[in-house]
């Protein structure tokens, strides 16, 4: 934890505002509704204290050697103070995130259980960007529906609130590292390049989407069939999904 050196200048918190207020004017601009924007703006500063947080914590356990016993204590003191508050910096950024629109608000109480906020376009298309790599590392790009490909992802985003939908991509990536030669073998055997035809049971093999809907059947499969009856999509891609993947029906 080295000191800031002796004359360097960092933003200060006008010129953060100014930038940030820069930023949503830009997304305004291109279309991006103003709930998105904040959302998206709020993540990326949770992100950015939750990595700080991590580091100042790393850092706290390695005092630097020979400076005794007393500066030893001294300095995981002071780190750990530091990284505490920057982790209460982090939750409530991530807090701001997902509570800045109206639609992911908690449900009122009474609500049924499992009552989730709706899923928004902008939470579709995070959920794109973070399927399709995850999905190109084991095959190839299909050619199913476009707007299918979203209905599946709204079905696959209903099933969490707004917390789970704003860490949705690191739980993908955690969800192909432990699964990857099952994952493998799921789409050599069932996806694109494979004897099995695009339409049929196993169709959304042939999608990025597949990734997503696999993830939910491992954790929340209740949640998940509970949402795809909802979208009234197509039962058979769901079970047999379900059978190659070995997860009961």
């Given at each position: 934890?080295?000191?800031?050196?002796?004359?360097?200048?960092?933003?200060?918190?006008?010129?953060v505002g100014n930038a940030r207020q820069t930023l949503l004017q830009l997304l305004a601009r291109a279309g991006v509704f103003s709930g998105d924007a904040e959302e998206l703006i709020g993540l990326i500063e949770a992100g950015a204290l939750t990595l700080a947080h991590r580091r100042v914590d790393a850092a706290a356990r390695n005092a630097p050697a020979g400076k005794g016993p007393l500066y030893e204590a001294g300095w995981v003191d002071g780190g750990r103070a530091v990284a505490d508050e920057l982790g209460l910096l982090a939750e409530r950024a991530l807090l701001r995130a997902v509570t800045a629109d109206p639609s992911d608000t908690p449900a009122p109480a009474g609500s049924p259980p499992g009552t989730r906020p709706p899923v928004r376009r902008m939470q579709v298309d995070r959920a794109k960007v973070a399927v399709v790599p995850l999905y190109l590392s084991f095959t190839e790009v299909s050619d199913l529906d476009p707007e299918v490909s979203e209905q599946v992802l709204t079905a696959v985003l209903g099933t969490m609130?707004?917390?789970?939908?704003?860490?949705?991509?690191?739980?993908?990536?955690?969800f192909v590292s432990g699964?990857?030669?099952?994952?493998?073998?799921?789409?050599?055997?069932?996806?694109?390049?494979?004897?099995?035809?695009?339409?049929g049971r196993y169709s959304l093999l042939h999608s990025p989407t597949s990734i997503a809907v696999l993830e939910r059947l491992a954790t929340e499969p209740a949640a998940l069939r509970e949402e795809w009856d909802t979208a009234e999509l197509p039962p058979a891609w769901l079970e047999g999904l379900a059978a190659a993947w070995g997860a009961p029906d």
């Open positions: 934890m080295n000191a800031a050196e002796p004359g360097r200048q960092h933003p200060d918190e006008v010129s609130g707004p917390r789970q939908r704003a860490d949705y991509a690191g739980r993908l990536t955690a699964h990857r030669e099952r994952l493998e073998r799921l789409y050599r055997e069932f996806g694109p390049g494979s004897r099995i035809a695009v339409h």
